[in-house]
T-cell receptor, first 113, second 112 residues
Framework: EAQVTQNPRYLITVTGKKLTVTCSQN?????MSWYRQDPGLGLRQIYY???????DKGDVPEGYKVSRKEKRNFPLILESPSPNQTSLYFC????????????FGPGTRLTVT | GESVGLHLPTLSVQEGDNSIINCAYS??????FIWYKQESGKGPQFIID?????DKRQGQRVTVLLNKTVKHLSLQIAATQPGDSAVYFC???????????FGSGTRLQVQP
């Protein structure tokens, strides 16, 4: 089944404790992206990647890192999480940059206390 | 500032009626628009898209209308069903950007 998977689905952590949210797609998509979703603000893009080893900032990159060492994986790293990063996070992928039909993962709900 | 927004946060319709969800955008450089559906506990799911050189596009039970003069986008769902209950987002792509900008969403509630 073609899909985007994220792990973990739920995470509660404390301020300053580094964490990684994994994202994997099995569709051989070139483009991958991370979004955060907050009430009243919709989906905001954090980082995106147009291909392996090619990443760029989205609209809200502060406090986040990403890497794209393999085509299928695009982990989101929070080096020192803070409470304002409490949010619902989605990973998405699309066949190519410019094909905007993005496939979304199920989401990761992160709480930072 | 530039934004993609929605007129109504919640829309309630009777099962079998047609639904119309509206979206306003402010950037005339936007060349591509998408509607996504998000069910509770799930990620957004692509519904339909339209390019700026089109006024209308139809899918299965859904139609998207684009009015560039007033920068308005709408999603029409025919014969709304309980399974259509979800939050609907419009999103735009601005020429030269490699990212979508999403609106804040409209919740559609279908009453039996």
């Amino acid at each position: 089944e073609a899909q985007v998977t994220q792990n973990p689905r739920y995470l509660i952590t404390v301020t300053g404790k580094k964490l990684t949210v994994t994202c994997s797609q099995n569709m051989n998509h070139e483009y991958m992206s991370w979004y955060r979703q907050d009430p009243g603000l919709g989906l905001r893009q954090i980082y995106y990647s147009m291909n392996v080893e090619v990443t760029d900032k989205g609209d809200v990159p502060e406090g986040y890192k990403v890497s794209r060492k393999e085509k299928r994986n695009f982990p989101l790293i929070l080096e020192s999480p803070s409470p304002n990063q409490t949010s619902l996070y989605f990973c998405a992928s699309s066949l190519r940059t410019g094909t905007y039909e993005q496939y979304f993962g199920p989401g990761t709900r992160l709480t930072v206390t | 500032g530039e934004s993609v927004g929605l007129h109504l946060p919640t829309l309630s319709v009777q099962e079998g009626d047609n639904s119309i969800i509206n979206c306003a955008y402010s950037n005339s450089a936007s060349d591509y628009f998408i509607w996504y559906k998000q069910e509770s506990g799930k990620g957004p799911q692509f519904i339909i898209d339209i390019r700026s050189n089109m006024d209308k596009r139809q899918g299965q039970r859904v139609t998207v209308l684009l009015n560039k003069t007033v920068k308005h986008l709408s999603l029409q769902i025919a014969a709304t069903q309980p399974g259509d209950s979800a939050v609907y987002f419009c999103a735009e792509n601005r020429t030269g950007r490699r990212a979508l900008t999403f609106g804040s969403g409209t919740r559609l509630q279908v009453q039996p």
